[in-house]
């Protein structure tokens, strides 16, 4: 099943931050929304992870009615570009956090959340840093304990906000290539804001141009590169999509 998006409309006061956008991701697509500041793109994420609610519009996911379904039963995962990890915890208590504040009838065993963090910590790369705090890590490390907390939910859906943007160039694009191969893994339904042209085109099956709160177009990055379907579009990734 897919994530559907129709017409949804999101206001701050007199602004429309995202006007009657409809968008399809189908499950296990990673899809790049691409834009400028103030597009739209990150109060789109934040509708779709219920962080906000729209005043038009539907939401729906594996056939359910996302629209005023309250975050915490969405099973979304966050990943934040700075991290939003707390500083009193551990690794390992960072990443098992969304198990841990669960309603106890809801809260797997201990010994079942110890085995989850324990088995991320492996796949994520930060083997022996469980006892570390967040202060004792690199950024790129950081990163992908915000990412191992965000998948120990188990999410149907996984939401990623400039999660690079607060790192140096040559770890951004590391960790690029790395995520790509851990989505193509765990084949996760995954929605990523960025403006950086690059990093949308290379990890996502898909691009959704935002402008004004509105998609200019989807398509897959070739299609979006070779065939720009606004003056928009082609202004925007010719400007520092040279060499693309």
Do not use: C
């Amino acid at each position: 099943m897919a994530l559907r998006i129709e017409r949804v409309t999101k206001r701050f006061g007199t602004v429309s931050a995202v006007r009657e956008v409809s968008l399809t991701v189908e499950k296990g697509e990673f899809m790049a929304l691409l834009g400028p500041s103030g597009s739209g793109k990150t109060t789109l994420l934040r509708v779709v992870g219920g962080l906000e609610l729209p005043e038009e519009g539907k939401l729906d996911l594996d056939g359910q009615d996302l629209t005023h379904v309250p975050a915490r039963e969405r099973r979304a995962g966050f990943v934040f570009q700075h991290y939003a990890l707390f500083r009193h915890m551990t690794v390992a208590q960072n990443i098992a956090f969304g198990l841990d504040v669960r309603p106890s009838s809801k809260r797997p065993p201990r010994r079942e959340i110890a085995a989850r963090v324990d088995t991320l910590l492996k796949r994520m790369q930060l083997d022996g840093l469980g006892k570390r705090y967040p202060s004792q890590l690199s950024g790129g490390q950081r990163q992908r304990v915000a990412l191992a907390r965000a998948l120990a939910i188990e999410p149907r859906i996984l939401l990623l906000d400039e999660p690079f943007g607060a790192l140096d160039a040559k770890v951004r694009k590391d960790l690029r290539q790395w995520l790509r191969a851990l989505h193509d893994d765990l084949k996760l339904t995954t929605i990523m804001v960025t403006h950086d042209q690059d990093e949308a085109l290379a990890l996502a099956d898909r691009v959704a141009v935002m402008n004004e709160g509105r998609i200019e177009q989807v398509g897959a990055p070739t299609e979006v590169i070779g065939k720009p379907a606004t003056p928009f579009v082609r202004d925007f990734l010719g400007q520092d999509g040279e060499g693309i």
